[in-house]
């Protein structure tokens, strides 16, 4: 028996790029699937640092507002609209990728495209792991394939304390690659300690500067991986050896990337950005459902996140404020259903 869309959903709006303060939380219209799409009653959605990107009009869809934001959760496919995966679906539990042209994913009710915003979950994941076994996993996973095809075998991570970053550390173990951890508290230097990294550097420290300098050259990286930009970018590249690379993949300093002429003209050092999306687009199909079958068996382990609270849909607002407060110690999910 199909279960009965209601007409209205509560759902977490933005009206303007102003951060948490643009939020306000109403009833809209359920959205109906087109060609190709599925409509998924959502079960969970965590909050991303890409997600306050987006908040603050700085990733890379800029919808107009009002909209509902959230990059990705998971949920039921309990309609479809018309196309032959859409009947594949129907019914399916997945994990949803919001692509910026519909609403995301802070809401009772989501439409996604059957081509790669939704994607099947394995009956051993709970819809919990699902709802944040996209853009993390996914990338976590990314970042290994790219330092085994650079035939690197040692990286640098920051901020390394993250979710994100920890799954980067148990990949990077299990391949044999050293990772360089810096982070921005003694007491992330800590956990990414009693979580067994070797190398963890804190970027608030006097002495900073010369420890990853002293570091890079002695594991020979020639690859950053930097989610912060601003000034510790150009850090990045002043600790490194000539012919390396900062990978930026996130601003949570707010700021433009830095480089000086020095590092990219006469140490021929560069700088370049990483987008999950992208990245995923440019694989086929196979590769796609490949790297997500093996994600989702990692997810109880070295892809595995920790969710610190749950909120009800109602309390989104509050939800990302103490997120925006606290980034690190585990995910914050939101539950529009419960």
């Known amino acids: 028996m199909n279960e009965r869309i209601p007409d209205e959903m509560i759902a977490v709006v933005l009206h303007s790029y102003e951060g948490p303060g643009g939020l306000r939380v109403e009833r809209r219209p359920v959205p109906s699937p087109g060609r190709d799409e599925v409509l998924v009653k959502v079960a969970a959605s965590p909050i991303n640092p890409s997600d306050l990107a987006v908040l603050h009009g700085r990733y890379g869809f800029r919808p107009d507002p009002p909209f509902v934001p959230g990059g990705e959760g998971s949920g039921t496919v309990v309609a479809v609209g018309p196309g032959a995966m859409g009947r594949y679906f129907q019914g399916r539990r997945v994990a949803c990728l919001w692509d910026g042209r519909r609403d995301g994913a802070w809401a009772q009710y989501m439409v996604v495209s059957t081509k790669g915003g939704a994607l099947p979950l394995r009956e051993s994941v709970s819809l919990e792991q699902g709802a944040t076994s996209v853009i993390n996993p996914l990338t976590a996973s990314a970042f290994i394939e790219i330092a085994k095809k650079g035939g690197h075998k040692a990286i640098v991570l920051s901020p390394a304390a993250s979710s994100l970053g920890r799954m980067v550390n148990r990949l990077a173990s299990g391949e044999g690659i050293e990772v360089i951890n810096v982070v921005r508290r003694d007491a992330q230097v800590e956990l990414l300690r009693q979580q067994g990294a070797s190398i963890v550097l804190n970027s608030s420290d006097s002495g900073f500067d010369e420890a990853l300098r002293d570091a890079c050259h002695q594991y020979d990286v020639h690859l950053a991986l930097d989610a912060v930009a601003g000034e510790l970018t150009a850090r990045l590249l002043r600790a490194l050896p000539s012919h390396s690379k900062v990978t930026v993949f996130g601003a949570l300093s707010f700021e433009p990337a830095q480089a000086t002429p020095g590092q990219l003209i006469f140490e021929n050092k560069s700088v370049d950005g990483f987008w999950l999306g992208p990245f995923i687009t440019s694989k086929n199909l196979v590769q796609t459902m490949l790297m997500w079958r093996r994600a989702q068996k990692l997810l109880s382990t070295d892809l595995k996140s920790d ?32």
């Open 307 to 338: 969710i610190r609270a749950e909120y009800p849909l109602e309390d989104a607002p509050r939800a990302v404020e103490e997120y925006v407060s606290q980034m690190t110690g585990g995910k914050l999910l939101l539950r529009p259903n419960e």
